[in-house]
């Protein structure tokens, strides 16, 4: 059974960036879209981003657009979360997974597919 392990996070100030990683097996990072959550304390989950098989990419979060970016390292089976000029707003734990489709899903349903145990992101000066 396929299992995520997201690492990469910590503490930055707002303006930094931050690389996130999403590891699971080779076949399921390559063969499957890959999606990224997030969720803070007392606010709504929300979807950041999807890598489709192909590449093609879903943006979920508008205010992620311009700042935010996904790809995936085939050769060792690694997706990563590239987030520039952080603020305190990303202030959340960040999540990976999959549905196990090949393209990305329209919204994000946790309830559907698997997860990784999450990496905290913190911005604050």
């Known amino acids: 059974q396929a299992q995520f392990v997201e690492s990469g996070g910590g503490s930055v100030q707002p303006g930094e960036s931050l690389r996130l990683s999403c590891t699971a097996s080779?076949?399921?990072?390559?063969?499957?879209?890959i999606t990224w959550f997030r969720q803070a304390p007392e606010k709504e989950r929300e979807g950041v981003l999807c890598?489709?098989?192909?590449?093609?990419?879903?943006y979920y979060l508008d205010s992620g657009k311009g700042r935010f970016t996904v790809f995936r390292d085939e050769a060792v089976g690694m997706v990563y979360l590239q987030m520039d000029i952080l603020k305190p707003e990303d202030t959340a734990v960040y999540y990976c997974g999959s549905t196990f489709h090949a393209g990305c899903p329209l919204a994000v349903d946790v309830d559907d597919g698997k997860w990784g145990q999450g990496t905290q992101v913190t911005v604050s000066s």
């Open positions: 890598i489709s098989n192909r590449d093609s990419r879903e």
């Open positions: 080779k076949f399921v990072i390559n063969h499957y879209s």
